[in-house]
């Protein structure tokens, strides 16, 4: 099956500072998604990416199909942008989502 | 609009217990699924049913069983609960193929202990 890997695994900032966190994939993707998972463990959708650019207040990420990766962008980090971030993928000849195993972001104030 | 419905939010069960987690969605999407959350770790799919009256076995299934009840409705079922089925249980629908966009929306967990 697909193997996704997120880098880096643990990510500290201080509160302003901006960030990016990378998802690479071994596959051709149908779908992409970016989730944030709160500390009340809540899984938050924050972008249908599998391919371009896109961009929410101060998220954006970039999917480059062709070269099998994912970039997450945070700008002017908060506390409360506190949490795991995972990358999920759906590989073309399935219809399931298959998670790399998260980036562990602290934003201290 | 609830979206995906899990219950319960939290269970302890001894071990060698059975118990059913239930799950329900009112988007109307055909794909459901069920993941396994441990510390430290990405989901894992368990069991998924593309549509009503098909399912299949994900990554993890030992220990597991699944029904589609009808389109609204996917349970996951503990037959004898062991202390490595400790986890964090999500459910989740797939959105169909819509104007070039499709995803995944997930409920918002059960947290499951075996003593």
């Known amino acids: 099956g697909i193997q996704v890997e997120q880098s880096p695994p643990d990510l500290i900032l201080q509160e302003g500072a901006n960030s990016t966190l990378r998802c690479n994939f071994s596959d051709s993707v149908n779908n992409l998604q970016w989730f944030h998972q709160n500390p009340w463990g809540q899984l938050i959708n924050l972008f249908y990416?599998?391919?371009g650019t896109k961009q929410n207040g101060r998220l954006s990420a970039t999917t480059v199909a062709t070269e099998r990766y994912s970039l997450l962008y945070i700008s002017s980090s908060q506390t409360t942008d506190s949490g795991v971030y995972f990358c999920?993928?759906?590989?073309?000849?399935?219809?399931?989502?298959?998670f790399g195993e998260g980036t562990q972001l602290t934003v201290n104030p | 609009n609830a979206g995906v419905t899990q219950t319960p939010k939290f269970q302890v069960l001894k071990t060698g217990q059975s118990m059913t987690l239930q799950c329900a969605q009112d988007?109307?999407?055909?794909?459901m699924y069920w993941y396994r959350q441990d510390p430290g770790m990405g989901l894992r799919l368990i069991y998924y049913?593309?549509?009503?009256?098909?399912?299949d076995k994900g990554e993890v299934p030992n220990g597991y069983n699944v029904s589609r009840l009808n389109k609204r409705e996917f349970s996951l079922r503990l037959e004898s609960a062991a202390p490595s089925q400790t986890s964090v249980y999500f459910c989740?629908?797939?959105?169909?193929?819509?104007?070039?966009?499709?995803?995944?929306?997930f409920g918002s967990g059960t947290r499951l202990t075996v003593v």
């Open positions: 049913s593309a549509s009503e009256g098909t399912t």
């Open positions: 990416i599998p391919s």
């Open positions: 989740a629908s797939r959105r169909p193929w819509d104007r070039g966009i499709y995803g995944y929306t």
């Open positions: 999920a993928v759906e590989e073309t000849s399935g219809s399931r989502l298959t």
């Open positions: 988007m109307n999407h055909n794909s």
